[in-house]
């Protein structure tokens, strides 16, 4: 379980046992469904991570709610976007190893994660990640009801694939934007599990540019 799973449980075990004690037992039943909620909601299972070269693992529970190509940057990249309901563990899992190369932070809205317009105007963490010569992309985004999002690694540290790296809390969206190259894996209405689901496989970039130039060198022939 996340650590605060414990803080917002005990707090409502501890109103519950003052409600029941000062305004009897039927007060204290709402305090005590709320810290079963919250201890639940915080749950961290384990997860088999694949072991496949070149996967992309999920970095979230959720639902596929969008798989598209983008334009950033003048460059193409996929980019899918899973929704994460109240009801979905919201422990976030790195989607490659590698490196972190960088963490952006922007302030924004909270429109409902579902909106499309979210993915660039709500309150988000966006995450890069450098391994085996390729750059995975992932957003962390606030939704209606998430408030505050988490995010552990720094800049430079090494993760590994399905690694725990944060969390979002109570209900939210996460994008990842992969190369064009990528091989996907997921369609719009899949469920997928962080760091189990596998979205995509992409191939190391140095095997990438030996078959162009095998292709190149078998076309001069």
Same mark, same amino acid.
């Given at each position: 379980?996340?650590?605060? @799973?414990?803080?917002?449980?005990? =707090?409502f075990? %501890?109103a /519950?046992?003052l409600?029941g !004690? *000062?305004? @009897?037992?039927?007060?204290?039943v =709402?305090p005590? %469904?709320? /810290?079963?909620?919250?201890? !639940? *909601?915080f749950?961290?299972?384990?997860?088999?991570?694949?072991?496949?070269?070149?996967?992309v693992?999920?970095?979230?529970?959720g639902?596929v709610?969008?798989?598209?190509?983008?334009?950033i940057g003048?460059?193409?990249?996929?980019?899918?976007?899973?929704?994460?309901?109240?009801f979905?563990?919201?422990v976030?899992r790195?989607?490659?190893?590698g490196?972190?190369?960088?963490?952006r932070?922007?302030?924004?809205?909270?429109?409902?994660?579902?909106?499309e317009?979210?993915a660039?105007?709500?309150?988000q963490?966006?995450?890069?990640?450098?391994?085996?010569?390729?750059v995975?992309?992932?957003?962390?985004?606030?939704g209606?009801?998430a408030?505050?999002i988490v995010?552990?690694?720094?800049?430079?540290?090494?993760?590994?694939?399905?690694?725990?790296?944060?969390?979002i809390?109570?209900?939210?969206?996460?994008?990842?934007?992969?190369?064009?190259?990528?091989?996907l894996?997921?369609?719009?209405?899949?469920r997928?599990r962080?760091?189990?689901?596998i979205l995509a496989?992409?191939?190391?970039?140095?095997?990438?540019?030996?078959?162009?130039?095998?292709?190149?060198?078998?076309?001069?022939?």
């Amino acid at each position: 379980m996340v650590r605060d @799973g414990y803080f917002y449980g005990v =707090a409502f075990i %501890l109103a /519950a046992v003052l409600v029941g !004690w *000062f305004g @009897g037992p039927v007060w204290a039943v =709402a305090p005590l %469904l709320l /810290a079963g909620f919250f201890l !639940w *909601f915080f749950r961290d299972p384990e997860r088999n991570i694949p072991q496949s070269a070149g996967a992309v693992v999920s970095p979230a529970d959720g639902k596929v709610t969008d798989v598209s190509w983008v334009t950033i940057g003048g460059e193409k990249q996929a980019r899918i976007s899973i929704f994460l309901s109240v009801f979905d563990v919201h422990v976030n899992r790195s989607p490659i190893a590698g490196v972190v190369r960088d963490i952006r932070y922007q302030k924004g809205k909270f429109l409902n994660a579902m909106n499309e317009a979210s993915a660039d105007q709500n309150e988000q963490n966006m995450v890069t990640v450098e391994g085996d010569g390729q750059v995975v992309i992932f957003k962390q985004i606030a939704g209606l009801l998430a408030r505050r999002i988490v995010f552990h690694p720094k800049v430079g540290d090494r993760l590994e694939r399905g690694q725990r790296v944060g969390l979002i809390k109570f209900g939210s969206r996460t994008d990842i934007l992969l190369t064009s190259a990528a091989n996907l894996q997921v369609k719009v209405g899949d469920r997928v599990r962080g760091g189990a689901s596998i979205l995509a496989y992409m191939q190391p970039k140095n095997e990438l540019t030996s078959v162009g130039q095998h292709s190149t060198n078998e076309g001069a022939r």
